[in-house]
């Protein structure tokens, strides 16, 4: 190998925490690092060493078991040995999901994160690449329209457009209460619920994690959740659990690595996502627009409990100054607090027990209280429904009426987990609670200009009973009474004063009958909705219940989830695993690897790096050729090369490109020294032997060939493989000199690096806002971290393209 280059080194941070090896994830688009410690503390750092966000776990039984990025880079994601997993934005430090694991979970294993393309019509592509659709009409676009197999599929690129974008954006939430903090910043909020984007109909991004006990979790787009399967790999009743998890941009099919909790064994199989392969051009519409719902649904459920502390806040204080008088006028007057007011209003006489109250209990501090409170309460609540859940509804509304149209126009053999009477019941949701919100809305309006009247004619009262005998005091009485319209003031009285009509629509939900008659009747409620609010203005028997907002909103919630459960339910049908085929077993703590690569547009060869047991100083590569036929894969042999690498410990390796392996490779001659070799995977498809034959000397020559790979066929043993022989062997002296292409900096030998972390990259894929950066990695230098054995010092290194 030719003279070692020395890396370039763009970052070097120490902590005061142990990092933990294994929990560094660097950002495929912008130059972040995101790690754990010991402690359980996650942090994400710049290349500066800025810290970008730092988040400490409260329970200390809680762990992190793995850490991803989003492919886009927007977003990573943590996953805890309790089965949980969040979704947090790198813009704002806001955690944007989470998701709780229904089954009893001791550890989150394996988790991946990764974006395949589906397949597009080329006149959507079409449409990308010309930025709009207004291109497609232009009289000089000749090409497009001599061409009839583009015009086939405009009805479907017509049914991207999106009038979202139309819409104004929804306002954010304000900060504290019981308000989720990823709705009160203007960024997150736009990035939780964005208009759909035609250029996220190319590919569809997707999570797989699995648990110890062997459960696969399976979510597209961030938050849609598609299914929870059982491991499919059983052995003697025995569930195996995910390890290793790969995948290409183009490739439909996924690349697992199974091991058996109690022999160890290692096992390979695939996972075929036929929903994306499949795709009619419908799937990202249906994931990306159900995601923006779930969001949705959370958003209008926020405003609901926002709406109802500020309904409350305009009433704890009156009722808290009305009860006390109401108990002394019916005890002395054998009336109430109405009453005694009105007689007022009316006679200009105030009873005893009102005018103490008024001058003492009331009086003019008390008087700013209560209109503050009111006032305050009843002008929040107005703007709540003016600018957050009337929008939001309307949202809902849109984005239901693409629903509606992909099921009235879908093919009857292409199932999409739901009908249009599903679409019309949450539509009639959605519209019963845009009349209640806009009925709220107005009832608030009246009662803001009731309640200034009333509130003036109070503190004329007041001025009333506390003034002297001071004439200008008296005329300025005299001038503010008649500015007072007294019929609002009595309207106010018998209307608002002890009894609103705003608290029918905050009230309990109905009773668990009365909520499973409406369930069960699956019938639209508008109507009914509208009957009940009329009698409720001509002062007849009504329903108070119905008229809940809170009802309303738990319906919509059951509804939208039914929908999401249809969803999820016609794409799990479309995951198939493959047969499972053994691997061996591994040396134990040993490091291993997964790369799933492209070799045509039908096969899909997959390598598998590893420590053999009882082969501490070799590396063995499993070769297995997937071959794709509409989106089933299949695998007929495996093949596999072993090399050792001399006397030297393997610490960490990772596959770093299309071509090449990196190993960290440490070894003691005297002084201990670790080296960074890289060794070329992609061999000669045929070998002569099936061991070594002889001790390699240093030469240019080295060519790697797989041959035929047959593990020991005895699952429950626990000796090593009948292939105990490397195929290659190394002296150490040599090693460095063949594979060592790279120098590692360190003053003085300080820096020992035993854990190394490749930032991974989606070239074939372009993400909105992540254009430039995700073009530009194609010729960029690739990143990669590397830990130091002592655990609180790692490093970033630029290194170039391997040709």
Aim: with cysteine; charged share 20%; proline share 4%.
């Amino acid at each position: 190998m030719e003279s070692q280059e020395k890396l370039h080194v763009m970052s070097d941070k120490s902590l005061s925490q142990v990092i933990i090896p294994g929990l560094i994830s660097y950002c495929p688009s912008i130059d972040l690092v995101a790690l754990c410690t010991i402690e359980s503390h996650v942090s994400v750092y710049r290349l500066n060493g800025q810290l970008v966000y730092g988040a400490a776990q409260k329970q200390n039984d809680l762990q992190v078991d793995s850490i991803q990025w989003k492919p886009n880079g927007k977003l990573f994601a943590t996953a805890w040995n309790d089965g949980c997993v969040r979704l947090i934005c790198a813009e704002t430090c806001k955690t944007v999901h989470q998701f709780s694991n229904d089954h009893q979970v001791t550890k989150v294993t394996c988790m991946g994160w990764c974006s395949n393309k589906t397949a597009n019509s080329t006149a959507s592509n079409y449409i990308n690449d010309t930025k709009g659709i207004e291109k497609l009409i232009q009289d000089d676009n000749k090409d497009f329209f001599e061409d009839p197999a583009l015009l086939l599929d405009l009805p479907r690129d017509l049914s991207l457009i999106d009038i979202e974008t139309s819409l104004p954006k929804l306002s954010t939430l304000p900060a504290g209460g019981d308000s989720e903090d990823i709705f009160c910043t203007r960024s997150s909020l736009d990035a939780l619920i964005s208009p759909f984007d035609p250029k996220d109909n190319n590919a569809v991004d997707v999570m797989i994690f699995g648990t110890k006990e062997g459960r696969i979790q399976i979510i597209i787009y961030d938050s849609f959740f598609i299914g929870s399967f059982e491991s499919p790999v059983t052995i003697n009743g025995s569930s195996c659990f995910l390890t290793l998890h790969s995948s290409h941009e183009n490739s439909s099919t996924h690349a697992l690595i199974f091991k058996h909790p109690e022999t160890k064994n290692l096992f390979f199989t695939t996972i075929d996502l036929r929903f994306i392969s499949a795709s009619n051009g419908n799937l990202s519409l249906l994931a990306s627009r159900s995601t923006a719902l779930q969001n949705l649904l959370r958003y209008v459920f926020q405003v609901q409990n926002l709406m109802f502390l500020e309904w409350k806040a305009s009433r704890e204080l009156p009722d808290k100054f009305l009860g006390s008088i109401n108990k002394i006028l019916n005890e002395e007057y054998n009336c109430d607090i109405v009453q005694a007011l009105c007689h007022s209003l009316a006679t200009g006489h105030v009873y005893p027990p009102i005018k103490e109250w008024l001058m003492h209990e009331i009086s003019e501090r008390g008087h700013k209280r209560w209109e503050k409170a009111v006032l305050t309460g009843l002008g929040n609540l107005k703007r709540i429904i003016h600018e957050n859940m009337l929008p939001a509804l309307d949202r809902f509304t849109v984005i239901l009426s693409r629903f509606f149209g992909i099921a009235k126009f879908q093919p009857i053999e292409e199932g999409v987990g739901f009908t249009c009477q599903h679409i019309s019941l949450l539509m009639d949701t959605i519209s019963c609670l845009h009349l209640i919100s806009s009925k709220i809305l107005s009832q608030v309006v009246d009662e803001i200009d009731l309640f200034i009247s009333f509130s003036a004619w109070m503190r004329y009262q007041i001025d009333q009973l506390t003034k002297d005998s001071s004439s200008t005091l008296a005329d300025d009485t005299t001038d503010k009474e008649s500015l007072i319209d007294h019929s609002k003031v009595f309207f106010y009285l018998q209307t608002n004063l002890t009894c609103t009509p705003l608290a029918d629509h905050f009230t309990d939900s109905p009773s668990l009958e009365e909520i499973k008659f409406f369930s069960q009747a699956q019938k639209p409620m508008f109507e009914t909705i509208s009957q009940h609010l009329k009698k409720q203005c001509q002062g007849l028997v009504y329903n108070k219940s119905i008229l809940c907002l809170k009802f309303h909103c738990d319906e919509l919630s059951l509804r939208a989830k039914s929908l999401f459960k249809g969803i999820a339910g016609s794409e799990k049908c479309n995951v198939i695993f493959g047969k499972e085929c053994l691997i061996g077993m591994a040396e134990p703590d040993s490091p291993m690897d997964l790369k799933l690569a492209m070799q045509d547009t039908s096969t899909f060869p997959s390598y598998f790096a590893f420590v053999p047991k009882g082969m501490p100083h070799c590396v063995r590569i499993i070769r297995v050729k997937l071959s794709l036929h509409n989106g089933i894969s299949s695998y007929d042999c495996l093949g596999s090369f072993t090399v050792q690498l001399g006397e030297g410990s393997i610490k960490d390796m990772k596959f770093f490109d299309g071509n090449n392996l990196l190993v960290l490779w440490k070894f003691d001659r005297g002084k201990e020294s670790t080296k960074l070799l890289i060794l070329p995977y992609r061999g000669v498809d045929k070998a002569t032997s099936r061991q070594a034959t002889k001790y390699m000397k240093c030469t240019d020559n080295l060519n790697l060939e797989y041959a035929p790979y047959i593990p020991n066929s005895s699952l429950n043993s626990s000796s090593t493989t009948d292939m105990s022989k490397p195929d290659i062997f190394i002296e150490t002296q040599n090693v460095s000199q063949l594979f060592s292409k790279y120098e590692i900096p360190s003053e003085e030998n300080q820096f020992k690096p035993e854990s190394i972390c490749v930032r991974k990259t989606f070239d074939g894929i372009q993400y909105q806002n992540h254009e430039l950066m995700t073009m530009s990695k194609s010729t960029d230098d690739q990143r990669i971290v590397l830990l130091d054995q002592e655990r609180f010092r790692y490093k970033v290194f630029s290194i170039s393209r391997i040709m």
